[in-house]
């Protein structure tokens, strides 16, 4: 995936749940927000070189929408290990689950240098999350 497509498949993804009434405006904006993100991710921390796999699709008799992104990547554990958030390592090698890790806000394999521009790094994990537990998911 190339930085140029991640919006528009974004877009193509939240349409699928858009079609179906599924998805008020705001909810609709912020799904697009929350899927690139995901998508995002796959770059900036897979090692994948941005080659995933990505889907969505609408259940109408359980009124459900399964989003789904995968990579053949690093993991998030390894991204973690091989990133510059001392502390997360920490928190890793005394078992904290790194995924349960990934989605805690203002939490990034990543951090941003001191003196550079901060972006959203940490923020986008747990907004896929928030905007999931709103909406009845998981």
């Known amino acids: 995936i190339s930085d140029g497509s991640m919006e528009l498949l ?3 993804m939240a349409d699928v749940c858009d079609r ?3 998805l008020g405006a705001e ?5 697009i927000v929350a899927i690139a993100e995901l ?3 796959v770059v900036r921390h897979s090692v994948s070189r941005g080659m ?6 609408y259940y109408p008799a ?4 399964t989003i789904a ?4 990547g690093i993991g998030v554990r390894e991204s ?6 001392e502390s997360a390592k920490k928190l890793i090698e005394h078992d904290i689950d790194a995924l349960e890790l990934a989605v805690r806000p203002l939490v990034t394999s990543k951090p941003v240098v001191a003196g550079v521009k901060t972006g959203h790094a940490g923020y986008g994990l747990d907004l896929c999350s928030q905007l999931a537990v709103r909406n009845g998911g998981s």
């Not at 995933?52 to 699709?57: D, E, L, N, T």
């Open 20 to 22: 179906h009434g599924f």
């Open 62 to 65: 359980k009124r459900k929408i």
């Open 10 to 12: 974004a877009e193509q």
């Open 39 to 41: 998508l995002e991710n």
């Open 69 to 72: 992104i995968m990579d053949a």
């Open 80 to 85: 973690f290990m091989q990133g510059r958030n």
């Open 27 to 31: 909810d609709k904006s912020s799904l």
């Open 52 to 57: 995933c796999f990505a889907g969505a699709q």
